[in-house]
């Protein structure tokens, strides 16, 4: 037998994309052309009574679809339903005697007439995929691609699954919804460069070492989506096709209290407590209690004994001056006995199939509302809810619909709040959901991981399940921080604090009567969480900008190292770091007791955020933790970085922000940042009212360049400066005709630009005041007589 490993590596992938496939590509008559001819915008022929047509729905994303005779196509709602048409003027198809070919610049596909295949190449001219159209033809898709690729998505893990697995998929996986924060897609892709999403309401995938399978798709029609490109070009085209998030308001980047077991005394005395101690808060989130839970409307409206001063609009009002927005958890259910559940009954909105039951907390029965059904979803926003929303609960935690066999009943339960909502009122929507289903996140849909439980082990379980299910999709994800079942100690507290300041939805909850502030677990824990939290606010600009490119790009806040290191097999299954934005990795301490982590670092050049340290990469390290003081997180800066900073408030938008200051640690590639603002609260951003600025910097040998681009949109922030650390450089001169001030401080008082010198912890160190607002390039010299 020949040995694959002495063959060149084109050579091996194509063997192996055609040892992968099945039988069925050579076993049906050549298909039978209906589009001849150089030129045209599709491939279109028939395979037996099925119509095949293959054309670009993007930049590297071909659509191929099979569509049976007499059937008709629907999109599920994985799909955008408002997606602009591609401009395929870039593209070329190209019909032939033997089949065809479609090129762009990422990709080259070739329809093989004779032996019912669709074969990809990269822009390198290296095959990727081998799609067997007959298996299409049949109803079920079949893939060839190399043994040796590292495949991800499809399928989280809910609570209580194990989750050794990681982020790697292989063997057997069902693409579905899921229960208690699972989270699901029909998308599959490799770390090779390509992926595939397939347009069904669930599906099973049979992942072999060279080839897989999806079968069980929810439509006559078959329609995949075949995708090439590096990760961030991967996640940007599954977001043009499956729907792009729109951004979270502001404020849901802070810090967020939830809590079961609550009155409108104690709520306020708990904010009180934060803002007395500095330590930040932007929203509360509470549960069962807001509710009149059992009364009429009861589910939509504020509980006047717990909360006398929600109703009428006063707690609103005093929690605004304190900068704390209010949310609501929300059921899928409604009491039977009621003005709204005899409605829902009278009205057909009921889950088909459903018998009322007593429901756990009021003991009274309920029963589902079926949010697939239009008119059930049209009902949602009454003037009940509406009536809350104007008093206070801004934000909705859906709970509980996630028990049923639909894949879209959470989905379209948060689906009918925000089309209320933005029907209603120009505020950004903001939901929390405990489970996923790609499509969702149109719907200003978050995740979080369910009712875990609390301890060390429950928390380490957390990093599989943020990472997977963002790497199919849901680029917003949180979780119970300190756990909801149990009561966590200090240590585990303070470092699941830890953990949760570098996750993109940044929260605490526990089980009923369970307190989840900072002081209630003593003095150590509490300085250490204190000091995470604040350093997530001191990032918030950084945060922000990234949460809008997830918004705009379809890569969020947090990146599995996979997405950035993608040929790199120490980093395919690397679930205990990640990137936080494109320039921080952090590995959270997850274990008790813990005096030293190893971590892995991939390529690049890393500096210690704390101490300045510097480690090569591409090696694993020996990290020294703190067991006493819980207060250290292992966090590294990547070599090229940009990072913008602010002064910590107590809640995001507690002042205006005049001085950002940015550091600057620059490399011998050219790196950039793309800074971004806008007001925070409204959709007007989709409209142009939003403040962007591309920051640059490169080294080249002792010269050190720092440029700020013209800004773009028409929002004004309050933004006068930056104020720009460079690491790494005591420059001697800088052009651009700037003052040089005796030290830094003397230059931030200043009202004009200026530059200075001085050290800090990273080393050498000059500073710049730059004015925001207008294009900027500075140049740094390390010797006078350059």
């Known amino acids: 037998m020949t040995n694959r490993r002495t063959l060149p590596r084109a050579l091996t992938l194509a063997l192996g994309l055609l040892v992968a496939l099945p039988a069925t590509a050579a076993a049906v008559a050549p298909p039978a052309p209906t589009t001849q001819g150089a030129d045209a915008s599709a491939l279109d022929f028939r395979l037996g009574a099925t119509q095949v047509s293959i054309r670009f729905a993007g930049p590297g994303v071909l659509h191929v679809q099979a569509l049976p005779a007499g059937a008709t196509d629907r999109p599920t709602l994985v799909m955008d339903p408002h997606a602009a048409p591609f401009d395929a003027r870039a593209t070329q198809v190209r019909s032939d005697h033997d089949g065809g070919t479609l090129d762009d610049a990422r990709l080259t596909a070739r329809w093989n007439r004779q032996a019912n295949t669709l074969t990809l190449q990269g822009a390198q001219h290296h095959p990727l995929l081998t ?10 898709v079949a893939l060839g691609h190399a043994a040796a690729d590292a495949l991800y998505g499809i399928a989280g893990y809910d609570k209580d699954a194990d989750a050794a697995s990681g982020l790697l998929r292989t063997g057997h996986w069902v693409a579905k919804a899921g229960k208690q924060g699972h989270a699901g897609a029909p998308f599959v892709w490799s770390t090779a460069g390509w992926g595939m999403l397939v347009d069904t309401d669930g599906a099973d995938f049979a992942l072999h070492s060279a080839r897989l399978e999806v079968t069980r798709l929810s439509k006559p029609a078959v329609d995949v989506y075949l995708l090439v490109g590096t990760p961030p070009q991967l996640f940007a085209e599954l977001a043009q096709l499956s729907g792009h998030a729109p951004l979270f308001p502001k404020w849901a980047s802070g810090f967020i209290n939830s809590q079961w077991g609550i009155d409108e005394k104690e709520f306020r005395q708990i904010v009180a407590t934060y803002r007395e101690k500095h330590i930040p808060l932007d929203a509360f989130t ?156 149109r719907y200003a849909y978050g995740l979080w991981s369910g009712d875990i439980k609390t301890g060390f082990a ?242 080249a040998g002792d010269t050190v360049s720092f440029s700020v681009a013209a800004p773009e949109g028409s929002y004004q922030p309050a933004l006068r400066h930056y104020l720009v650390r460079v690491h790494g450089i005591a420059a001697q001169t800088v052009d651009g005709a700037l003052k040089r001030y005796a030290t830094p401080a003397a230059l931030a008082a200043a009202d004009g630009e200026g530059w200075s010198t001085a050290s800090d912890r990273y080393g050498a160190l000059t500073v710049l005041k730059l004015d925001a607002g207008a294009a900027r390039a500075v140049t740094l010299h390390a010797n006078a007589t350059h």
């Open 131 to 140: 799609l067997d159209l007959a298996a299409l033809a049949q109803g079920h």
């Open 458 to 699: 429950s928390m380490a379980a957390q990093r599989p399940r943020m990472l997977s299910a963002i790497a199919l999709g849901e680029m917003q994800w949180g979780m119970d921080g300190g756990g909801f079942e149990g009561h966590p100690s200090d240590e585990n507290y303070a470092r699941w604090i830890e953990f949760g300041a570098f996750t993109p939805v940044f929260r605490v909850h526990g089980t009923q009567n369970e307190k989840r502030q900072p002081w209630v677990y003593g003095p150590v824990a509490e300085a250490a969480a204190t000091k995470a939290i604040r350093l997530r606010y001191a990032l918030m600009p950084y945060i922000y900008s990234y949460q809008h490119r997830a918004s705009t790009q379809g890569v969020g806040l947090v990146q599995p190292l996979a997405f950035v290191w993608p040929h790199d097999t120490q980093a395919r299954n690397d679930v205990q770091s990640w990137l936080f934005g494109d320039w921080l990795l952090v590995s959270p301490v997850v274990a008790q007791g813990q005096t030293s982590k190893r971590i892995y670092l991939p390529a690049g050049d890393w500096i210690d955020w704390w101490s300045g340290k510097h480690y090569a990469g591409g090696q694993s390290v020996d990290y020294a933790v703190d067991a006493k003081t819980w207060a250290d997180i292992p966090l590294f800066v990547l070599a090229g970085a940009i990072i913008p900073t602010q002064p910590v408030m107590d809640w995001t938008s507690e002042h205006p922000v005049a001085t950002v200051d940015v550091d600057v640690f620059p490399a011998a590639t050219a790196t950039h940042f793309a800074y971004y603002d806008d007001d925070g609260e409204t959709y007007g951003y989709q409209h142009g009212e939003y403040f962007a600025q591309r920051l640059t910097t490169h080294k």
């Open 286 to 441: 509470f549960d069962f209690d807001w509710k009149d839970w059992g009364k009429d409307w009861g589910e939509f409206s504020w509980n006047p004994v717990k909360f006398p001063d929600g109703p009428s609009g006063k707690l609103k009002a005093d929690m605004d001056a304190l900068g704390v927005r209010m949310t609501g958890i929300m059921k899928p259910r409604v009491h039977v006995d009621t003005i709204e559940g005899r409605y829902a009954t009278a009205h057909d909105l009921w889950l088909p199939g459903e018998k009322a039951s007593p429901d756990y907390f009021s003991h009274l029965m309920v029963k589902d509302i079926d949010f697939d059904h239009p008119a059930a979803r049209a009902w949602w926003w009454n003037p009940q809810l509406q009536h809350s929303f104007e008093t206070g609960i801004v934000g909705w935690w859906n709970d509980e619909a996630d028990t049923t066999q639909s894949n879209t009943q959470f989905l379209n339960m948060q689906r009918a709040t925000y089309d209320g909502q933005r029907a209603h009122s120009p505020l950004r929507v903001w939901s929390l959901n405990r489970d996923f289903w790609l499509g969702a996140q």
